[in-house]
């Protein structure tokens, strides 16, 4: 913190609890309470209770929340491949080159998921690439969606990366692929990390496209949120949206525990 003196370390406090508390910590606090609650006609809920939880850690949540897993750490994983090779492949590009990747990449971001997952259900609904009514049109639309974010958090990493590591190691008689593999990747890897996190809790919670794709057999945890507060059962969908952020979280928690390590290699 840049601020040094005792009175104007408290004033920034007291600032940002002010913006954070109403912005950010309260509808996750609201959603929290409800999740514990029967009834809520007041200014506070009333008849606490846990069995919401019940429903929310069994059953048809349980293996939403599996397949919302399954969906993101897949979509991560492609979207920081896809990414990644694109970020490094624009570095090499002239500068109108690299401006139209920037700008084919962030097209997804740009327009409506569900513009998105309408796209998606019309390119692959017909051979010879059949996916619709599969797990892999939910899968490649969450991929389509956040491969933008791993896109420019890698690009804006290798932007800040110093030229003389490659230039002494290639001085060596170092290859391409040796540069790439032994020294780029590595010096990446905090980026990397992030990256993978970010499109990770995307992923997590995408609804729009995926309400559009998904097949009975293939129901990510968001969709089952929308069912239940859509039958009016809204402490149920509460209790099943806390399991969801705190899935979310622990991952994340994680995630940036391994790009802490890597920041220090």
């Not at 490094?88 to 569900?114: E, H, I, N, Q, T």
Request: include cysteine.
């Amino acid at each position: 913190m840049l601020v040094h003196s005792r009175a104007g370390k408290w004033a920034t406090w007291a600032l940002f609890l002010l913006l954070f508390v109403p912005l950010f910590a309260m509808p996750l606090l609201v959603i929290v309470a409800a999740s514990f609650s029967t009834n809520w006609s007041g200014a506070f809920p009333s008849g606490p209770t846990a069995e919401h939880y019940a429903a929310a850690t069994g059953g048809d949540s349980l293996q939403a929340l599996t397949t919302s897993l399954a969906t993101a750490v897949c979509a991560s994983l492609l979207a920081l491949t896809l990414g990644t090779w694109a970020a490094l492949a624009a570095g090499s590009l002239p500068g109108p080159g690299k401006r139209l990747l920037d700008a084919l990449f962030m097209l997804p971001v740009a327009v409506p998921s569900v513009a998105v997952g309408l796209a998606v259900l019309v390119a692959f609904s017909r051979p010879p690439v059949l996916l619709n009514g599969t797990r892999w049109i939910v899968i490649l639309a969450h991929t389509l969606l956040v491969t933008a974010f791993a896109y420019q958090s890698v690009s804006a990493a290798i932007r800040r990366l110093d030229p003389m590591y490659e230039q002494a190691a290639a001085g060596l008689g170092a290859g391409p692929g040796y540069i790439l593999w032994r020294i780029k990747l590595p010096l990446l890897l905090p980026s990397l990390t992030a990256a993978t996190g970010l499109c990770f809790a995307l992923s997590m919670g995408e609804l729009s496209a995926t309400m559009m794709l998904y097949p009975p057999d293939w129901t990510p945890l968001p969709v089952q949120i929308f069912a239940a507060t859509d039958r009016g059962s809204l402490f149920t969908g509460a209790a099943v949206s806390v399991v969801l952020m705190g899935t979310t979280l622990l991952v994340l928690l994680a995630v940036s525990r391994i790009r802490t390590r890597a920041s220090y290699r």
